[in-house]
C-alpha cells in the first residue's frame, strides 16, 4: 500500500469532521502551549538561579564566581589552623590566570573566617568574608548585564560601594545579626577570632551598612568587611580561594580545561584545585531536581489528558466509520493497514497540535513577560523577581515529541476496535 | 476439483443463536459454482441468500462444512487469514455501495489495487481500463456524494472488478436505486459476464433481477429448493 495515499485518506477524513478535529487540535495545542510555557518558566528560573548562585549565592560564602581556585589540601586535609590551606601569594596566582584565557573578566580574592561579633554587651557568632569591594563590585556588575529583573537588586551594589568608600575596618552586617546586635551604619563592634598561630585577636569595626543576603536565615550570621580586616583578625596575608569571573557563564567548562592544564602545569602551581560554580551549587541543583519532578508530573497529567482527548476522537471516527471500515475488510484490506490510516490521523492532529501550540506558546509567552507580573521572593529569600517566561528551547523539541507520539498512539487504540468489528454487521451499520 | 468450479461448498450449515433458540441460517447446503456462471440466489427475507452469499466470501465463516474458493479450501482459516483470499479472489458489490466517501471515484476503484502493491504505472492503466469500460471516466474526479445512485454503483462493480477477481458477489445491488436505474446495473452486470466470462452471484429478490436472469437459485428456510 502506498502510505502517501493513506496519508491523504486520513487527511481528508480528518477536513470532512473538521469540527472535531478543530476541538482536539485545540485541546493537545492548549496542553502543548501550557507545557511548552511551564518548560519556559523553568528555563528562566534555572537561569536565575544559576546566575543567583555565580553571583550572590545561597550561602554565607556569597557568590560562587564562575570557576574557583583553592589549594588541594584545604579540601583533602583538615586545617590545624585559620588558613593553614589558603593561598598564600595571590597577587601572583592571580596576575598568571588572568593571561591564561581572554574570557576570564576578573579575579576575586577571598578569605572565610568565623568568630563572635559583640557591641559590649552582647556577641553572636558570625560567618564573615573578607573581600575586596571593588572586585565584588564587578561580579555585580556581571549579574547587572545579564538578570535584570530581580526587583531590589541594586541596593547591594549600594552596600559594596559604602564597604569600598569606608575606612579599612568598615563592616557590612546581615539584617538579622544588626537587629540582633542592635547595630545601624555608624555602630562600633568588635570583631573576636583566632590567628594563624592560635591565638585569640580582637579587632574594632565600624558599621559600614546593612546587607541583604537574599536567605533569611544566613542574614542572621552574616558579615562582609575588607579582605584587610580579615587577615589584620586572623594576622596572615592568605586568602580563602580565588573566584574568577567570566564574560558568560556558558564559557565555564572551556575556561575549566584551560585553567586546570594551565596551573597544574606551571610547576610550584600544582597543588590547586578548579572547581567550577555547578559543583559548588547544592542549591541550585537540589532546586532544579524538584522543579524537572514537577514539571515531569505535570507533563505527565497534561499529555494524558491530549492522549484521552485524541483517542475520544479516533475512537468516535470509527464508530462513525464502522461501515468503510467493514467495506474495507471485506475487500480484504487487513485490520493493519485500517489501523494505520487511524494512526496517520493521529499524527496529522500532533502536527497542527503543535504548529498551533507553538502559536499559542508564542502569544501567551509575549503577555505574560510583558505584563511584568512581580512574583514573591521563593523560600528563604527576601527578594522578588518579575516573572518571565523563556523561550524554553531545551523542552520544545522533547515537548513536540511527545505530544506526537501520544496522538499517533492513540490511533493505535483503533486496531482493537477494528480487530473486533464483524465484517457482516459492520457492512450493514447505519 | 473440477477447473472450472470457482467456488465449491459442501455440506455447509451456518446457525445463529444458542440453545433451543438456535436458528439454521443454511442447513446442509452443497453448491458449486462454476467460471462464468450469472447465478442469483433468491429467496424472501431472512430465508439465508445473504447468509450464503458472506460465506462465499469469506466474510463469515460457516459452523460446519466445507468452502472452497479458486481451489483454496477455506475451512481451517480464520478472518484475517481470509484477507488475501478475498483481496485476490472476490470481488464485493453492496446494496448502499459502501464506496469511501472522501475519495473519488477513480481512488476508490483504485484502492484494492493500492492494498495490492502493485505499481504506480500498472495501477493507473487498469483503472483507467475499468473506469473506460464502465463508462466512468467523465466522473473520475467525482466525490461519492457528487454522484447518483446509478453512478456509485457503477464504481463499486468498478472497484470490485478491478483486481480481476474469480468471482463478483453482489448483495441486492439494486435494492437503493430506482427500477431503471437497476435495470441499467444488471444489464451492466450481465454484459460483463457475457462479454468477460466474468462469475458472477448476485442475493436479490428484486423481479427487475428475476426477470432478467434465468440461472435462479431460490432458498428457503436456509435450504435451496
Given at each position: 500500500?502506498?502510505?502517501?495515499?493513506?496519508?491523504?485518506?486520513?487527511?481528508?477524513?480528518?477536513?470532512?469532521?473538521?469540527?472535531?478535529?478543530?476541538?482536539?487540535?485545540?485541546?493537545?495545542?492548549?496542553?502543548?502551549?501550557?507545557?511548552?510555557?511551564?518548560?519556559?518558566?523553568?528555563?528562566?528560573?534555572?537561569?536565575?538561579?544559576?546566575?543567583?548562585?555565580?553571583?550572590?549565592?545561597?550561602?554565607?560564602?556569597?557568590?560562587?564566581?564562575?570557576?574557583?581556585?583553592?589549594?588541594?589540601?584545604?579540601v583533602?586535609?583538615?586545617?590545624?589552623?585559620?588558613?593553614?590551606?589558603?593561598?598564600?601569594?595571590?597577587?601572583?596566582?592571580?596576575?598568571?590566570?588572568?593571561?591564561?584565557?581572554?574570557?576570564?573578566k576578573?579575579?576575586?580574592?577571598?578569605?572565610?573566617?568565623?568568630?563572635?561579633?559583640?557591641?559590649?554587651e552582647?556577641?553572636?557568632?558570625f560567618?564573615?568574608?573578607?573581600?575586596?569591594?571593588?572586585?565584588?563590585?564587578?561580579?555585580?556588575?556581571?549579574?547587572?548585564?545579564?538578570?535584570?529583573?530581580?526587583?531590589?537588586?541594586?541596593?547591594?551594589?549600594?552596600?559594596?560601594?559604602?564597604?569600598?568608600?569606608?575606612?579599612?575596618?568598615?563592616?557590612?552586617?546581615?539584617?538579622?545579626?544588626?537587629?540582633?546586635?542592635?547595630?545601624?551604619?555608624?555602630?562600633?563592634?568588635?570583631?573576636?577570632?583566632?590567628t594563624?598561630?592560635?591565638?585569640?585577636?580582637?579587632?574594632?569595626?565600624?558599621?559600614?551598612?546593612?546587607?541583604n543576603?537574599?536567605?533569611?536565615?544566613?542574614?542572621?550570621?552574616?558579615?562582609?568587611?575588607?579582605?584587610?580586616?580579615?587577615?589584620?583578625?586572623?594576622?596572615?596575608?592568605?586568602?580563602?580561594?580565588?573566584?574568577?569571573?567570566?564574560?558568560?557563564?556558558?564559557?565555564t567548562?572551556?575556561?575549566?580545561?584551560?585553567?586546570?592544564?594551565?596551573i597544574?602545569?606551571?610547576?610550584?602551581?600544582?597543588?590547586?584545585?578548579?572547581?567550577?560554580?555547578?559543583?559548588?551549587?547544592?542549591?541550585?541543583?537540589?532546586?532544579?531536581?524538584?522543579?524537572?519532578?514537577?514539571?515531569?508530573?505535570?507533563?505527565?497529567?497534561?499529555?494524558?489528558?491530549?492522549?484521552?482527548?485524541?483517542?475520544?476522537?479516533?475512537?468516535?471516527?470509527?464508530?462513525e466509520?464502522?461501515?468503510?471500515?467493514?467495506?474495507l475488510?471485506?475487500?480484504?484490506?487487513?485490520?493493519?493497514?485500517?489501523?494505520?490510516?487511524?494512526?496517520?490521523?493521529?499524527?496529522?492532529?500532533?502536527?497542527m497540535?503543535?504548529?498551533v501550540?507553538?502559536?499559542?506558546?508564542?502569544?501567551?509567552?509575549?503577555?505574560i513577560?510583558?505584563?511584568?507580573?512581580?512574583?514573591?521572593?521563593?523560600?528563604?529569600?527576601?527578594?522578588?523577581?518579575?516573572?518571565?517566561?523563556?523561550?524554553?528551547?531545551?523542552?520544545?523539541?522533547?515537548?513536540?515529541?511527545?505530544?506526537?507520539?501520544?496522538?499517533?498512539?492513540?490511533?493505535?487504540?483503533?486496531l482493537?476496535?477494528?480487530?473486533?468489528?464483524?465484517?457482516?454487521?459492520?457492512?450493514?451499520?447505519? | 476439483?473440477?477447473?472450472?468450479?470457482?467456488?465449491?461448498?459442501?455440506d455447509?450449515?451456518?446457525?445463529?443463536?444458542?440453545?433451543?433458540?438456535?436458528?439454521?441460517?443454511?442447513?446442509?447446503?452443497?453448491?458449486?459454482?462454476?467460471?462464468?456462471?450469472?447465478i442469483?440466489?433468491?429467496?424472501?427475507?431472512?430465508?439465508?441468500?445473504?447468509?450464503?452469499?458472506?460465506l462465499?466470501?469469506?466474510?463469515?465463516?460457516?459452523?460446519?462444512?466445507?468452502?472452497?474458493?479458486?481451489?483454496?479450501?477455506?475451512?481451517?482459516?480464520?478472518?484475517?487469514?481470509?484477507?488475501?483470499?478475498?483481496?485476490?479472489?472476490?470481488?464485493?458489490?453492496?446494496?448502499?455501495?459502501?464506496?469511501?466517501?472522501?475519495?473519488?471515484?477513480?481512488e476508490?476503484?483504485?484502492?484494492?489495487?493500492?492494498?495490492?502493491?502493485?505499481?504506480?504505472k500498472?495501477?493507473?492503466?487498469?483503472?483507467?481500463?475499468?473506469?473506460?469500460?464502465?463508462?466512468?471516466?467523465?466522473?473520475?474526479?467525482?466525490?461519492?456524494?457528487?454522484?447518483?445512485?446509478?453512478?456509485?454503483?457503477?464504481?463499486?462493480?468498478?472497484?470490485?472488478?478491478?483486481?480481476?477477481?474469480?468471482?463478483?458477489?453482489?448483495?441486492?445491488?439494486?435494492?437503493?436505486?430506482?427500477?431503471?436505474?437497476?435495470?441499467?446495473?444488471?444489464?451492466?452486470?450481465?454484459?460483463?459476464?457475457?462479454?468477460?466470462?466474468?462469475?458472477?452471484?448476485l442475493?436479490?429478490?428484486?423481479?427487475?433481477?428475476?426477470?432478467?436472469?434465468?440461472?435462479?437459485?431460490?432458498?428457503?428456510?436456509?435450504?435451496?429448493?
Open positions: 500500500m502506498n502510505h502517501f495515499k493513506l496519508a491523504v485518506i486520513a487527511f481528508r477524513n480528518l477536513k470532512r469532521n473538521s469540527r472535531r478535529t478543530i476541538i482536539t487540535v485545540l485541546v493537545s495545542s492548549a496542553g502543548f502551549a501550557a507545557i511548552a510555557i511551564v518548560g519556559g518558566y523553568m528555563e528562566f528560573t534555572f537561569f536565575g538561579l544559576q546566575e543567583m548562585t555565580v553571583c550572590r549565592g545561597f550561602t554565607s560564602s556569597g557568590g560562587t564566581g564562575h570557576i574557583q581556585i583553592i589549594r588541594k589540601d584545604s583533602q586535609k583538615e586545617e590545624q589552623y585559620p588558613l593553614e590551606y589558603g593561598i598564600a601569594d595571590y597577587d601572583k596566582v592571580q596576575k598568571s590566570i588572568t593571561g591564561y584565557d581572554s574570557n576570564i576578573a579575579t576575586i580574592p577571598r578569605i572565610e573566617f568565623t568568630g563572635l561579633i559583640s557591641n559590649g552582647k556577641s553572636t557568632s560567618l564573615g568574608m573578607g573581600v575586596i569591594p571593588e572586585k565584588e563590585l564587578m561580579l555585580m556588575s556581571y549579574w547587572d548585564q545579564i538578570y535584570k529583573n530581580l526587583k531590589n537588586h541594586s541596593s547591594q551594589e549600594m552596600i559594596y560601594r559604602k564597604l569600598a568608600l569606608a575606612s579599612p575596618n568598615a563592616v557590612l552586617l546581615g539584617e538579622g545579626m544588626a537587629k540582633a546586635l542592635h547595630a545601624e551604619e555608624g555602630s562600633s563592634l568588635m570583631l573576636m577570632g583566632t594563624v598561630d592560635g591565638a585569640v585577636n580582637v579587632v574594632d569595626v565600624t558599621v559600614a551598612g546593612v546587607i543576603n537574599s536567605i533569611k536565615t544566613v542574614d542572621k550570621y552574616y558579615l562582609v568587611t575588607s579582605i584587610e580586616t580579615a587577615q589584620n583578625l586572623m594576622q596572615t596575608d592568605k586568602v580563602s580561594k580565588i573566584l574568577l569571573v567570566l564574560g558568560n557563564t556558558k564559557q567548562d572551556g575556561v575549566l580545561s584551560v585553567v586546570s592544564s594551565k597544574n602545569s606551571s610547576g610550584n602551581n600544582s597543588e590547586y584545585s578548579v572547581i567550577p560554580w555547578y559543583k559548588l551549587a547544592e542549591y541550585y541543583h537540589s532546586v532544579k531536581d524538584a522543579y524537572r519532578i514537577i514539571f515531569g508530573f505535570t507533563g505527565i497529567i497534561v499529555v494524558l489528558i491530549v492522549f484521552l482527548s485524541a483517542a475520544n476522537t479516533m475512537l468516535m471516527s470509527t464508530m466509520r464502522v461501515r468503510e471500515i467493514g467495506t475488510k471485506a475487500m480484504g484490506v487487513s485490520n493493519r493497514w485500517i489501523s494505520m490510516m487511524f494512526l496517520y490521523e493521529g499524527f496529522f492532529i500532533g502536527l497540535s503543535i504548529a501550540g507553538l502559536m499559542l506558546k508564542e502569544l501567551f509567552t509575549f503577555a513577560n510583558n505584563a511584568n507580573f512581580e512574583m514573591p521572593p521563593p523560600p528563604g529569600m527576601s527578594s522578588t523577581y518579575f516573572l518571565k517566561i523563556y523561550s524554553g528551547s531545551h523542552f520544545l523539541p522533547w515537548i513536540s515529541l511527545l505530544l506526537l507520539l501520544s496522538t499517533t498512539c492513540s490511533g493505535f487504540l483503533t482493537f476496535k477494528i480487530r473486533k468489528l464483524s465484517i457482516v454487521n459492520s457492512l450493514t451499520h447505519v | 476439483m473440477n477447473e472450472s468450479v470457482v467456488a465449491k461448498l459442501t455447509v450449515s451456518k446457525y445463529y443463536g444458542n440453545g433451543e433458540g438456535r436458528i439454521a441460517a443454511l442447513d446442509n447446503i452443497s453448491f458449486n459454482v462454476k467460471k462464468g456462471d450469472f442469483v440466489l433468491a429467496g424472501l427475507s431472512g430465508s439465508g441468500k445473504s447468509t450464503l452469499l458472506h462465499l466470501g469469506c466474510i463469515d465463516k460457516p459452523d460446519k462444512g466445507q468452502i472452497i474458493i479458486d481451489g483454496q479450501d477455506t475451512t481451517m482459516m480464520n478472518l484475517e487469514q481470509l484477507a488475501p483470499v478475498r483481496m485476490e479472489k472476490i470481488g464485493f458489490v453492496f446494496q448502499s455501495f459502501n464506496l469511501v466517501p472522501v475519495l473519488t471515484a477513480y476508490n476503484v483504485e484502492l484494492p489495487l493500492l492494498f495490492k502493491g502493485l505499481d504506480r500498472k495501477i493507473k492503466n487498469r483503472v483507467n481500463e475499468i473506469l473506460d469500460e464502465l463508462g466512468l471516466q467523465e466522473r473520475k474526479g467525482h466525490f461519492p456524494g457528487e454522484m447518483s445512485g446509478g453512478q456509485q454503483q457503477r464504481v463499486a462493480i468498478a472497484r470490485a472488478l478491478v483486481t480481476s477477481p474469480a468471482i463478483v458477489l453482489a448483495d441486492e445491488p439494486t435494492a437503493n436505486l430506482d427500477s431503471k436505474t437497476g435495470a441499467d446495473i444488471v444489464n451492466l452486470l450481465v454484459e460483463l459476464n457475457e462479454k468477460k466470462n466474468i462469475t458472477v452471484v442475493a436479490s429478490h428484486d423481479s427487475v433481477v428475476l426477470d432478467r436472469i434465468k440461472n435462479i437459485v431460490t432458498i428457503k428456510d436456509g435450504k435451496i429448493i
